[in-house]
């Protein structure tokens, strides 16, 4: 796979432009980041979920992803307010 990398005109700094089944200095895709929390939300306990990722990552993990779905939750409820404000 071609990893491409561009320059910032304003900055001269480069940027890798990765495909999104990658994750940004992360081990694992994307897809197994998902699946395993999609199980645990499923209700299999972290400590029984079949991955080879650590128990602490997949820990993690699921806070890192209550957290966004917080935010998620929040700004998808300015988008309705919006919609329905404006009829």
Request: net charge positive.
């Amino acid at each position: 796979m071609i990893i491409y990398r561009v320059k910032c005109q304003s900055f001269w700094k480069t940027h890798a432009i990765i495909p999104d089944f990658i994750r940004p200095y992360k081990h694992n895709s994307a897809c197994d980041s998902e699946l395993t929390l999609r199980k645990m939300e499923d209700g299999v306990v972290v400590e029984k979920v079949e991955t080879a990722t650590s128990v602490s990552t997949l820990k993690r993990w699921m806070a890192e992803f209550r957290g966004k779905w917080y935010q998620v939750a929040g700004a998808l409820r300015a988008v309705l307010y919006k919609l329905l404000k404006r009829q």
